[in-house]
């Protein structure tokens, strides 16, 4: 559980990050931008520590995954970030995440969690709900609210299946004798999405609607390095890290505790007020954590 809880971190000051990025240039070239910081330094780590963690079948599930959490998952999260905000935009996502992971694993891989983790994920997630949807957050939003609901189910989605689907990944290498690092499991699952938002980048491009920069090159790079090592390089290590021990439910769930973290951060980078509610939301959030690990030990 260790992973995920550190997941959740580096997750809510990624989120931060991200949504400062789309108001400062396209929402999709930042997002490509980004992974292709990330994808740079993942594959140096790759090729300095774990240069032998490469399966063919193992691997092409990997990128299956990461076609579908980064190149499908990732365009809509960041579509949703200037839009609806990134407190909302995570509480949909995580939640629906959470449970397309659980429901995934089940159909995919044949692992239920059990009654009583289900119940630890209803509370984090009730939780979540509580904390968030109690403060009406002031940030500035762009675009329609309506698509930027849609965006985050999306997302949501891409999330959770593409979770599931590097879980599948895992016992094929362990088969052959390989094991696939979290780092590596990271690098070839951004390579997958880098590719595939790579390909919308160049549509968009070619018919001109981007949106332009509202800031200098130095401020926007960055942003953009932040949210590579927040996100993809040291939060998806650590998430496909911890689904070695983790269901997709479970870890996603725990993962989704990072919003509870986005309530002081967006109060200090977003000028958003702490209310009552999310105080008590965080508690229980941090009560359904606390529960599952007591469950599992």
Same mark, same amino acid.
């Given at each position: 559980?260790? /992973?995920? #809880?550190?997941?959740?971190? &580096? $997750? @809510?000051?990624?989120?931060?990050?991200?949504? *400062?990025? !789309?108001? =400062?240039?396209?929402?999709?070239?930042?997002?490509?931008?980004?992974?292709?910081?990330?994808?740079?330094?993942?594959?140096?780590?790759?090729?300095?520590?774990?240069?032998?963690?490469?399966?063919?079948?193992?691997?092409?599930?990997?990128?299956?995954?990461?076609?579908?959490? /980064?190149? #499908?998952?990732?365009?809509? &999260? $960041? @579509?949703?970030?200037?839009?609806?905000?990134? *407190?909302? !935009?995570? =509480?949909?996502?995580?939640?629906?995440?959470?449970?397309?992971?659980?429901?995934?694993?089940?159909?995919?891989?044949?692992?239920?969690?059990?009654?009583?983790?289900?119940?630890?994920?209803?509370?984090?997630?009730?939780?979540?709900?509580?904390?968030?949807?109690?403060?009406?957050?002031?940030?500035?939003?762009?675009?329609? $609210?309506?698509?930027?609901?849609?965006?985050?189910?999306?997302?949501?989605?891409?999330?959770?299946?593409?979770?599931?689907?590097?879980?599948?990944?895992?016992?094929?290498?362990?088969?052959?004798?390989?094991?696939?690092?979290?780092?590596?499991?990271?690098?070839?699952?951004?390579?997958?999405?880098?590719?595939?938002?790579?390909?919308?980048?160049?549509?968009?491009?070619?018919?001109?609607?981007?949106?332009?920069?509202?800031?200098?090159?130095?401020?926007?790079?960055?942003?953009?390095?932040?949210?590579?090592?927040?996100?993809?390089?040291?939060?998806?290590?650590?998430?496909?890290?911890?689904?070695?021990?983790?269901?997709?439910?479970?870890?996603?769930?725990?993962?989704?505790?990072?919003?509870?973290?986005?309530?002081?951060?967006?109060?200090?980078?977003?000028?958003?007020?702490?209310?009552?509610?999310?105080?008590?939301?965080?508690?229980?959030?941090?009560?359904?954590?606390?529960?599952?690990?007591?469950?599992?030990?």
């Amino acid at each position: 559980m260790t /992973f995920a #809880i550190i997941t959740a971190v &580096l $997750f @809510a000051f990624s989120a931060i990050f991200n949504t *400062r990025i !789309t108001k =400062l240039m396209d929402a999709l070239f930042a997002n490509f931008f980004r992974l292709l910081i990330a994808c740079l330094i993942l594959g140096l780590l790759t090729a300095t520590f774990q240069p032998e963690s490469f399966h063919p079948e193992a691997s092409a599930w990997l990128l299956l995954s990461g076609a579908i959490g /980064f190149g #499908i998952g990732d365009i809509a &999260l $960041f @579509a949703a970030f200037s839009r609806i905000g990134s *407190r909302l !935009t995570i =509480l949909i996502n995580f939640s629906l995440g959470a449970i397309i992971g659980a429901l995934a694993d089940w159909m995919i891989l044949d692992d239920s969690i059990g009654v009583e983790k289900y119940l630890s994920i209803v509370i984090i997630l009730g939780g979540l709900a509580i904390a968030l949807l109690s403060s009406k957050g002031k940030g500035s939003r762009q675009g329609s $609210f309506r698509f930027g609901i849609m965006a985050a189910l999306i997302a949501g989605v891409g999330q959770g299946l593409g979770s599931s689907i590097s879980r599948y990944a895992e016992p094929l290498a362990e088969a052959s004798g390989i094991t696939i690092g979290g780092v590596s499991q990271a690098f070839q699952r951004v390579t997958a999405g880098l590719f595939c938002l790579t390909l919308v980048c160049l549509w968009k491009y070619s018919r001109r609607k981007f949106a332009p920069a509202a800031a200098n090159k130095a401020t926007i790079a960055w942003w953009l390095v932040l949210a590579a090592i927040f996100g993809p390089v040291l939060g998806v290590s650590c998430f496909q890290q911890s689904l070695k021990t983790l269901t997709s439910g479970e870890a996603m769930a725990i993962t989704a505790t990072s919003p509870l973290l986005l309530i002081p951060l967006a109060y200090f980078f977003e000028g958003e007020r702490i209310r009552a509610g999310s105080l008590i939301g965080a508690l229980l959030g941090v009560g359904g954590v606390i529960a599952m690990a007591l469950i599992r030990s």
